[in-house]
């Protein structure tokens, strides 16, 4: 097999290490690995309970979320199947991706945050869906936070008393998953947390 992203034979290990490293097949080769920054930020605001981002946005992650997402290389959504099964807590609790605006998702043919979830074998519930195309970059902060609702929980969607973890690959502004939350809340939710992929920003929510 070879790494997904620089296409150089993956080394193939000993058979003692395969025993222990059964689940964590890796998809990418150790230099491609490295290329990658680890940030591993948990923190809260008012709607969310916890915020936990795995990777900065340096050059390499610039690379592979161009490649996944926009030359819909559809492989690549397991690169970081082991770095999100290890954060994502599926222990009493409700994974919810973040949604696509259907044309969107017509547009790019697939749904990115779902199909990191898939591939990592973690179960989701798509309750949320969204109500505005409008894109973040172009609006001011104040903006962004007085628009109206982005989100909304789909209909005869029953509210768990358990904690939901909203999924989005990047936290950016953190006004996505101020929304997402807010309409989760709003619904009835009592916990709310969120674990991203990347974090492009410290700017706090
Ligand atoms: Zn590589």
Wanted: glycine share 2%.
């Amino acid at each position: 097999m070879n790494c997904l992203l620089c296409e150089r034979r993956l080394q193939s290990l000993p058979s003692w290490q395969m025993l222990i490293a059964v689940e964590k097949t890796s998809l990418i080769c150790d230099d491609c690995s490295k290329s990658f920054e680890r940030v591993d930020i948990i923190e809260e605001s008012n709607l969310l309970d916890r915020i936990t981002s795995i990777y900065t946005y340096n050059e390499a992650m610039r690379e592979y979320l161009h490649q996944y997402k926009f030359l819909q290389d559809i492989a690549l959504a397991g690169v970081f199947m082991n770095e999100l099964r290890e954060t994502i807590n599926t222990h009493h609790t409700i994974i919810v991706p973040i949604p696509m605006h259907p044309i969107k998702k017509i547009e790019r043919t697939f749904a990115h945050v779902e199909e990191l979830l898939k591939t990592a074998d973690l179960p989701f519930d798509d309750i949320l869906v969204k109500t505005d195309t409008a894109v973040m970059g172009e609006k001011t902060r104040e903006e962004r936070l007085s628009m109206a609702p982005l989100f909304q929980v789909k209909p005869y969607t029953t509210i768990r008393d358990t904690t939901y973890i909203l999924v989005d690959d990047i936290y950016t502004t953190g006004t996505t998953l101020s929304h997402a939350a807010a309409a989760l809340k709003e619904a009835g939710a009592t916990r709310v947390e969120a674990v991203t992929l990347i974090r492009a920003e410290t700017t706090k929510l």
